[in-house]
């Protein structure tokens, strides 16, 4: 394993990246059988959601190793990233990260896994640049909140972003994550709430606003309407809403992971990796 810097758009990116094990290495594994051996060789790019950072895909690192190049980024301000200076952290914005360490890394073609907020990152660069994704995996992304009505909104959405910019915003975010921790494992729901204690202001509330803005159905079309993308969805159990992805876009091929919260690569980090690595596997 290695730990990187590389040189983003708006400041130095923090970046683990665990090379794939050579063929004669007592680390290699054979791919599954069946398994395309050029898919199988697809490197792996991980992109957590808010207040995470790299270490949260501690088992999908692990399970790739000496099977596939694995790489996951701190986003910016998070982890060991710089804050950008603008406080853009617009999915596009951050978007433009992911597509820096991939030149950097001299990663063409990838298999890109993004998570909650993360999965709209990963949505932006596969709609981008479909040409650099060659398959996509969206674990539990956000429902497609730009499609709820105006009205509903406007009951809902402007005095939730009025209590982010309130002096007390801390405890309305905290109150947010607490709820997406429903069914959580006690390790995770610690860990959650102990970042999201700590997590800026204008990282809270700016992502926060673009979560609510962001065209995720959009998005994913433009992806899909690539030759040969391919897009998937791993999902907790409560994720079964009327503007969830996965029922917006039937096309979206999903599983769902029983027992977990919204975070569940750390409720149930080996089931995770096991469902991540069948479908990258699967013709």
């Known amino acids: 394993m290695r730990s990187l810097t590389i040189a983003g ?12 094990a050579g063929a004669d290495s007592p680390a290699g594994a054979p791919p ?8 199988a060789a697809l490197p792996i790019v ?43 952290y617009a999915p ?13 890394l001299a990663l063409p073609r990838v298999a890109l896994v993004g998570h909650s907020y993360g999965a709209l990152v990963a949505l932006a660069a596969a709609a981008a640049h479909p040409e650099r994704v060659g398959r996509l995996v969206l674990a539990d992304p956000p429902r497609d909140f ?33 709820e997406a921790l429903a ?27 673009h979560l609510l803005e962001f065209e995720a159905a959009s998005a994913l079309d433009r992806y899909l309407a690539a030759p040969g993308a391919r897009a998937h969805a791993i999902l907790a159990p409560s994720n079964a809403w009327p503007l969830s992805l996965h029922v917006l876009r039937p096309a979206l091929t999903s599983v769902v ?22 479908w990258l596997d699967a013709p």
Do not use: N
């Not at 599954?32 to 898919?39: C, E, I, L, V, Y």
């Not at 959580?184 to 809270?204: F, G, K, Q, Y």
């Open 9 to 20: 758009p708006a400041g130095a990116l923090h970046v683990v990246d665990h090379p794939a």
């Open 32 to 39: 599954a059988a069946g398994a395309d051996p050029a898919r």
């Open 46 to 88: 991980l992109v957590h959601g808010m207040v995470g950072h790299a270490g949260f895909w501690e088992a999908p690192l692990a399970h790739a190793s000496g099977r596939r190049r694995a790489v996951a980024i701190d986003l910016r301000g998070h982890g060991a990233s710089e804050p950008p200076a603008d406080a853009d």
């Open 92 to 104: 596009s914005a951050c978007a433009a990260d992911v597509l820096a360490v991939l030149d950097a």
């Open 146 to 178: 730009s499609q709820v009505p105006a009205a509903a909104k406007a009951q809902h959405f402007t005095p939730y972003i009025a209590a982010l910019e309130a002096d007390g915003w801390r405890d309305t975010a905290v109150a947010t994550f607490d």
């Open 183 to 209: 069914g959580s494992a006690p390790a995770t729901r610690e860990t959650v709430l102990s970042r999201a204690a700590v997590v800026p202001h204008d990282r809270m509330l700016g992502m926060s606003r």
């Open 257 to 278: 992971l029983p027992g977990t919260s919204h975070w569940l690569m750390l409720d149930a980090p080996s089931a995770f990796a096991a469902a991540l690595e069948a």
